[in-house]
């Protein structure tokens, strides 16, 4: 079992930054797949971006350009820079492992975090 747990959200206005940062907790992330998906009331969960194993990354068209997902094996952190930030990407966003090489859902994740809120003002 691995535990997930983000941290970072808050309160900004429209243009501005935040970083997000994801701990799991297990022995190494090197092997997995993390990604950051975000979920608003009465919306489904919607992919935002994630790392693969090998360093690679893919984010949704709607944040390309202005959110960058890396990743710290040695402390089994990822983090997800938000810059440019938007009032439509206000939502929980949630921090999932997976030890799938290419997860092409949602659903083929295995550990998800309890969410951590970003609303941002107009």
């Known amino acids: 079992q691995v535990e997930v747990v983000e941290s970072g959200g808050g309160l900004v206005q429209a243009g501005g930054s935040l970083r997000l940062s994801c701990a799991a907790s297990?022995?190494?992330?090197?092997?997995?797949?993390m990604g950051w998906f975000r979920q608003t009331t009465g919306k489904e969960r919607e992919f935002v971006s994630q790392?693969?194993?090998?360093?690679?990354?893919r984010y949704a068209d709607s944040v390309k350009a202005r959110f960058t997902i890396s990743r710290d094996n040695a402390k089994n952190t990822v983090y997800l820079e938000m810059n440019s930030l938007k009032p439509e990407d206000t939502a929980t966003y949630y921090c999932?492992?997976?030890?799938?090489?290419?997860?092409?859902?949602?659903?083929?994740?295995?550990?998800w975090g309890q969410g951590t809120q970003v609303t941002v003002s107009s």
């Open positions: 297990a022995r190494t992330i090197r092997t997995y797949t």
């Open positions: 790392s693969y194993w090998n360093g690679g990354t």
């Open positions: 999932a492992a997976t030890t799938r090489t290419l997860p092409s859902s949602s659903s083929q994740y295995d550990y």
